[in-house]
């Protein structure tokens, strides 16, 4: 699944509130980007019901797997290693503040695609989330905090810290000081805290 099939469905279905995110989303800010087998787009509440049945329409053999705060679309004919069906596109709802401000505000278009995907200091602040989201499972987020260091490492004179802050802010009190250690940690090359343990 490639992004633009995606779009192209959403665009057609008249979604206008969307933002193009994971490691497609956050490829212009890495060196080397891993494989990735799924689209992540976080979308507006209001239009994820239109969005879901654009989906189904186009691929009607995909499995709708409904969670908390994203939508799973899955293909039956990929099974992992584990049993699970892969996913293949997943509808992000904003489930804080900081990925609201994304949809709203925090973002840009990339010039190379003409999507919508996160300013690089929102790229980390939604990485952060993710790593200390209570819906997460503990082996993605040992992803999520690989990711991270992956979008900060390349970018040190990038990095506004200052808009940092003002973003990871959102996500809870005191998260921006603490994204911003964890920057400092990446570039020193030294140990991090092991956030993804934290619930």
């Not at 994820?48 to 654009?54: D, F, G, K, P, V």
């Not at 049993?83 to 990339?110: F, R, W």
């Not at 790593?131 to 690989?146: E, H, N």
């Amino acid at each position: 699944m490639e992004p633009q099939q995606v779009i192209e469905v959403l665009r057609t279905a008249g979604i206008k509130k969307w933002v193009l995110m994971g490691l497609y989303g956050y490829v212009g800010y890495i060196a080397e980007p891993r494989a990735t087998q799924d689209v992540d787009i976080l979308i507006a509440s209001d239009e994820c019901e239109s969005a879901i049945q654009a989906i189904i329409l186009r691929w009607p053999k995909l499995i709708v797997d409904r969670e908390a705060v994203v939508i799973r679309f899955r293909d039956p004919g990929e099974v992992a290693i584990d049993g699970e069906t892969k996913q293949v596109i997943d509808l992000m709802l904003p489930s804080d503040e900081c990925y609201t401000a994304i949809l709203n505000k925090y973002h840009c278009i990339d010039p190379s695609s003409g999507y919508p995907i996160p300013l690089l200091e929102a790229a980390m602040a939604s990485k952060y989330s993710a790593l200390v989201s209570p819906y997460r499972q503990w082996v993605r987020k040992q992803q999520d905090a690989v990711d991270l260091r992956t979008i900060i490492m390349p970018n040190p004179d990038r990095i506004d810290r200052d808009l940092v802050v003002e973003i990871a802010e959102l996500i809870f009190p005191g998260a921006g000081a603490e994204l911003l250690e964890y920057m400092d940690l990446s570039h020193e090359q030294q140990t991090l805290p092991d956030l993804a343990t934290r619930n």
